[in-house]
């Protein structure tokens, strides 16, 4: 089957640097989206990144490994409005995306 | 980024009633549409996945009876909830995918959500 794993919740404080990973195992591979959702709204699109490799964007990086079926958002100098839920999402071998459950980040002050 | 927008953002209607959300690509055209359901806490779940011009294709559980998906252009697809029940109140996202460059080919766009709470 298809599955993507990322961590539930994840606590970091204002001002400093999180990492959240996320793991996947999906029939094909054509790229790895990175969202951020806040509590009821939409997902907005951080990175997507299909080759391996660190993707630079601001605050926010994304970095790839096929191999190992690894990819991880980095965010650094947190802001309280960063707190919101950051969505992994795979692209398979029909196109179609194969979500993870989100990790739920806290920022405190 | 490409633009999709979605209607109403929220609505309330009575139980047995029919409700239709409506997915709209403002400046690109989508060739394919995904519908998405959301609980409380809990991830995407999509629902069907609609190509301009043919029927939608619906995941495994979801009643297409139920849930009628038209995307009848390429701009434009609508999600209607029939005889809609207080266990289909849920957040409803739409997605849209075009043709262009390779942003457009593999980035799916979202739409602001429809929140729809039956009574």
């Known amino acids: 089957g298809q599955n993507i794993d990322q961590p539930t919740e994840m606590t970091a404080t204002e001002g400093a640097i999180v990492q959240i990973n996320c793991t996947y195992q999906?029939?094909?591979?054509?790229?790895l989206f990175w969202y951020q959702q806040h509590a009821g709204e939409a997902p907005t699109f951080l990175s997507y990144?299909?080759l391996d490799g660190l993707e630079e964007k601001g605050r926010f990086s994304s970095f790839l490994s096929r191999s190992k079926g690894y990819s991880y958002l980095l965010l650094k100098e947190l802001q309280m409005k960063d707190s919101a839920s950051y969505l992994c999402?795979?692209?398979?071998?029909?196109?179609?995306?194969?979500w993870g459950a989100g990790t739920k980040l806290i920022i405190k002050p | 980024g490409a633009v999709v927008s979605q209607h109403p953002s929220w609505v309330i209607c009575k139980s047995g009633t029919s409700v239709k959300i409506e997915c709209r690509s403002l400046?690109?055209?989508?060739?394919?549409m995904f519908w998405y359901r959301q609980f409380p806490k809990q991830s995407l779940m999509l629902m069907a996945t609609?190509?301009?011009?043919?029927?939608?294709?619906?995941e495994q559980g979801v009643e297409k009876d139920k849930f009628l998906i038209n995307h009848a252009s390429l701009t434009l697809s609508t999600l209607t909830v029939t005889s809609a029940h207080p266990e289909d109140s849920s957040f409803y996202i739409c997605?849209?995918?075009?043709?262009?460059?390779?942003?457009?080919?593999?980035?799916?766009?979202f739409g602001q959500g429809t929140r729809l709470t039956v009574v």
């Open positions: 999402a795979v692209v398979d071998s029909n196109y179609q995306l194969i």
């Open positions: 400046d690109f055209q989508a060739t394919t």
């Open positions: 609609s190509n301009e011009g043919s029927k939608a294709t619906y």
């Open positions: 999906t029939s094909g591979f054509n790229g």
């Open positions: 997605s849209a995918r075009g043709r262009g460059g390779s942003e457009l080919n593999t980035e799916a766009f």
């Open positions: 990144n299909v």
